[in-house]
């Protein structure tokens, strides 16, 4: 990864205030390593449920409200910011009825 972002860097002239950007789905903890070592500015898409115990339970025990975010620094110096959004909120409710729903009808179906 870190070959690709330097590629990217130098091939658009790209100066010291380059922030790589990537979903959770595309990073891992080596890459997140990596990022780090190589002194890059970072921000990556994570899920509440990767997090430790106690990240996850001062998360779900916030009063959310629309637009209102949240801030958790870690030990190594990284920062966890946590937003609402009602309309993403309603979104992913639906989905996981949508995955539920589906299971319930493959279920009865025998499949």
């Known amino acids: 990864m870190y070959s ?10 790209l100066d010291d205030d380059f922030v790589v950007v ?10 997140v390593r990596l990022l780090r ?3 890059y500015r970072y921000v990556i898409g994570a899920r509440i449920k990767s997090e430790k ?4 339970r001062w998360v779900l025990g916030w009063h959310k409200r629309a637009g209102e975010y ?4 870690r030990g190594n110096g990284e920062r966890l910011i946590v937003g609402y959004s009602e ?3 309603k979104k992913d409710a639906y989905n996981r009825n949508r995955g539920w729903s589906g299971s319930a009808r493959r279920t009865v179906a025998g499949h």
């Open 37 to 39: 070592d190589a002194g």
């Open 22 to 31: 990537a979903d959770v789905g595309l990073m891992n903890a080596d890459n």
């Open 70 to 73: 949240i801030e958790h620094r």
């Open 87 to 89: 309309t993403r909120a």
């Open 4 to 13: 690709m972002i330097d590629d990217f860097r130098q091939r658009y002239k």
């Open 53 to 56: 115990e106690d990240v996850r």
